[in-house]
């Protein structure tokens, strides 16, 4: 069982790495030579790439930082299909249930890695992509229907964060209506309410109605360590 369990402990913490690495950061770093949290809203994320270098690096940006959540969650399933060749599972050890378990362990992991990177000191983006890049892998219907309220409130609105918040919100509600394991459940939960909280600024200048839609800048460029 000890083997087991630091088998399961590793993937974790390589989800969390996975997480960390700081895709936005780098590409700034090293096509402009400024550090990205010192420009915008101060986050690593795919939005403020955008606003900073354009739509190329953005989109490269939300793709890199989708993959990752996508990594993250084949991690577990190339672990239980490992352990289970190798009959490295214990017997007392239910792998449907386990591996409903470790999937959200691991999505959890790689959602706080991209927000809170270990080679960032602990800052990062707002984990939207990496989000839907966990959706993707774990029920790939969720993950279209999510991303279907997030273009529609975009288009509609042409404001970034209010999409993402809907598309939080909204994750968790699919996720009951598709009859997806509790587990499951309990990550859209989880990760919905650490997007909109990952927000917060946000939320308070679209209450205000400073926040800046698509093409628009910040007016206040004060770092915030938070987008996608």
Not at 132 to 159: D, E, H, K, P
Not at 181 to 187: E, H, K
Request: proline fraction near 4%.
């Amino acid at each position: 069982m000890s083997t087991w369990l630091i088998l399961c402990g590793a993937i974790l913490f390589v989800a969390y790495l996975l997480g960390s690495l700081p895709t936005g950061y780098t590409v700034v770093k090293l096509l402009k030579g400024i550090d990205i949290r010192e420009v915008g809203s101060g986050s690593t994320g795919a939005t403020n790439v955008l606003r900073t270098l354009g739509k190329g690096p953005g989109a490269f940006v939300l793709l890199i930082d989708c993959l990752k959540g996508v990594l993250a969650i084949f991690l577990v399933y190339w672990l239980f299909n490992f352990a289970q060749n190798q009959d490295l599972i214990p017997s007392t050890v239910n792998p449907g249930i386990w591996q409903a378990w470790m999937v959200t362990l691991a999505g959890l992991a790689v959602v706080l890695g991209h927000s809170k990177s270990i080679f960032l000191g602990f800052t990062g983006g707002k984990s939207v992509a990496t989000s839907l890049g966990v959706l993707l892998a774990m029920n790939w219907q969720v993950a279209l229907a999510t991303a279907g309220v997030f273009a529609v409130v975009v288009a509609i609105s042409r404001i970034v964060s209010l999409s993402s918040i809907s598309g939080a919100i909204a994750v968790s509600i699919f996720m009951v209506l598709l009859h997806q394991p509790l587990p499951y459940i309990l990550f859209g939960v989880a990760a919905g309410l650490y997007v909109i909280l990952r927000h917060r600024t946000n939320i308070e200048r679209i209450i205000a109605g400073t926040e800046p839609k698509l093409g628009q800048k910040l007016q206040t460029e004060t770092p915030e360590s938070v987008n996608i």
